[in-house]
C-alpha cells in the first residue's frame, strides 16, 4: 500500500465551479499536512499548512483534515484559469524538526474559461 | 518576498561523469533539502541537512550522492558518477526554524546522456 494515494486526474472544470482535491494515506504517525500547486517544470509552490485535524481557510482556498479516516482535501472555490496546474498533497510526521515531506503523485487541475 | 534560487536551471552531463547542483536558500531558514521527480513520478525525498550535517536520508541518497554547505549561503548537491536513470528534476527546499514548512527553489533538470 503507498504511503500517500492521490487521484492523478486529469480533473476539467469550468470556471466558477468548486473543486475538490484529496488524498488518503496510510502512516498514522503524519502530523503536518500541506498542498502545493506546481506548473509545468517548475518547483512546488506551498499552498496551505495545516497540523493534525481540522479546517484552514485561506481566501479561495480550503484544506480539511479527517484523521480519523487518514483523509485530507483541498477546496477551491470560484475556481479560474489560472488556477490550472497539478496540486500536490504532502505529509510529514514531523517527529524532529525537518522531517522529510511524503507527497502524493498529484492532481491535474485544468480549469476551463 | 525571499526565494530559494537554484542553478544551473539545466544540465546535460554524459554518464560517468560528475556533476555539482546548487542552490541558495532563504536566507534565515535552518533546514535545508534535496528532492527530485523524474518525468511524470511523485516529488521524492533525497535528503536534510541541519547544522553542517545529514539529518536525514532517503534509500535513493547512497554513496554516489553527497551534499554540502561550502559557505553562508550555497547548499550543494553532487552526483559522483551519473547514471541515465538520474535524469530528473531535483528541487532545492528549505524551512524555518520550529516549523515543517518548507520552501522549494524553481528546481535544475539533470539530463544524462
Known amino acids: 500500500q503507498k504511503e500517500v494515494e492521490q487521484d492523478p486526474g486529469p480533473l476539467s472544470v469550468p470556471e466558477g465551479a468548486i473543486v475538490s482535491l484529496n488524498c488518503t494515506y496510510s502512516?498514522?504517525?503524519?502530523?503536518?499536512f500541506m498542498w502545493y500547486r506546481q506548473y509545468s517544470r517548475k518547483g512546488p509552490e506551498l499552498l496551505m499548512y495545516?497540523?493534525?485535524?481540522g479546517n484552514k481557510e485561506d481566501g479561495r482556498f480550503t484544506a480539511q483534515v479527517d484523521k480519523s479516516s487518514k483523509y485530507i482535501s483541498l477546496f477551491i472555490r470560484d475556481s479560474q484559469p489560472s488556477d490550472s496546474a497539478t496540486y500536490l498533497c504532502?505529509?510529514?510526521?514531523?517527529?524532529?524538526?525537518?522531517?522529510?515531506?511524503?507527497f502524493g503523485e498529484g492532481t491535474q487541475l485544468t480549469v476551463n474559461p | 518576498e525571499p526565494e530559494v534560487t537554484q542553478t544551473p536551471s539545466h544540465q546535460v552531463t554524459q554518464m560517468g561523469q560528475e556533476v555539482i547542483l546548487r542552490c541558495v536558500p532563504i536566507?534565515?531558514?535552518?533546514?535545508f533539502y534535496w528532492y527530485r521527480q523524474i518525468l511524470g513520478q511523485k516529488v521524492e525525498f533525497l535528503v536534510s541537512?541541519?547544522?553542517?550535517?545529514?539529518?536525514?536520508k532517503s534509500e535513493i541518497f547512497d554513496d554516489q550522492f553527497s551534499v554540502e554547505r561550502p559557505d553562508g549561503s550555497n547548499f550543494t548537491l553532487k552526483i559522483r558518477s551519473t547514471k541515465l536513470e538520474d535524469s530528473a528534476m531535483y528541487f532545492c527546499?528549505?524551512?524555518?526554524?520550529?516549523?515543517?514548512?518548507?520552501?522549494f527553489g524553481p528546481g535544475t533538470r539533470l539530463t544524462v546522456l
Open positions: 504532502a505529509m510529514s510526521t514531523g517527529e524532529t524538526s525537518g522531517s522529510r515531506l511524503t
Open positions: 495545516t497540523y493534525s485535524s
Open positions: 536566507s534565515n531558514h535552518l533546514y
Open positions: 502512516n498514522s504517525a503524519f502530523q503536518y
Open positions: 541537512f541541519y547544522n553542517n550535517e545529514i539529518s536525514e
Open positions: 527546499a528549505s524551512s524555518p526554524p520550529n516549523t515543517d514548512t518548507q520552501y
